[in-house]
């Protein structure tokens, strides 16, 4: 296959600080594109709080993999999936890891940019993603050499347009309600209340059903 990797596992450090960079936090979901031995995804889990997918295409590195899960007891919270990257829909992450090489980052870009939601973070060990302008690039050393770990944000917004007709707002939900005005974004409304993108969407598609909102404008 013209995207082959080679499976060089990433050390812990650079695992952590990868995780960190892009910000994971407690109910957010992590997307690990070739995951191998699933460290990723066990610290995103362990560590992080997040619920994570795995995907991997060779067949003893996923056996691997699903075994550590069901040991670890995260097979609630980690999914593990045996298949091609390129073929498996992403458009439910919040943060995607990635330690690819250049050549398949390029190939991967199309089917990131069409499927990533606006405020999605893609991070990057190693190996950028040629056009895509990082937000952030840090060194991590550890015992024999230095990594690069590159940091990327979906560019665009989630516009939360309320609907004109007056109805009853339920007051868990006045917060959010207060903040939307039909030009600020999901991320933004995040941003404020110290929410999550993810539960800012939820909550913006309970308000959908209630007559509230009126439809989500997403601007590319």
């Known amino acids: 296959m013209p995207y082959d990797v080679p499976y060089v596992p990433s050390p812990e450090v650079v695992v952590r600080r990868m995780l960190q960079v892009s910000g994971v936090r407690p109910g957010e979901v992590v997307y690990d594109l070739g995951c191998g031995d699933g460290r990723i995804v066990v610290m995103a889990a362990k560590e992080f709080g997040a619920r994570a997918v795995c995907v991997e295409i060779r067949n003893d590195l996923y056996e691997q993999t699903l075994r550590r899960i069901k040991e670890l007891n995260l097979d609630n919270v980690v999914k593990v999936i045996h298949g091609n990257f390129f073929e498996v829909p992403i458009e439910d992450a919040d943060v995607v890891t990635m330690y ?115 439809e989500v404008k997403v601007i590319k």
């Not at 939601?117 to 060194?139: C, M, N, Q, Y």
């Not at 009853?168 to 005005?181: A, C």
């Not at 991320?187 to 959908?208: D, P």
């Open 100 to 214: 690819l090489l250049t050549s398949v980052n390029q190939m991967l870009r199309p089917k990131l940019e069409r499927e990533l939601r606006p405020g999605t973070r893609v991070v990057s060990h190693d190996f950028e993603v040629p056009g895509w302008k990082p937000i952030l690039a840090e060194d991590v050393y550890e015992e024999w050499r230095s990594h690069k770990i590159y940091l990327f944000k979906i560019p665009g917004a989630e516009i939360p347009i309320p609907a004109q007709t007056q109805v009853s707002v339920p007051s868990d939900y006045s917060d959010i309600v207060k903040l939307m005005d039909g030009r600020r974004s999901i991320e933004e409304i995040a941003q404020k209340t110290g929410l999550t993108m993810r539960r800012v969407r939820e909550i913006v598609n309970e308000l959908e059903k209630l007559g509230i909102v009126k």
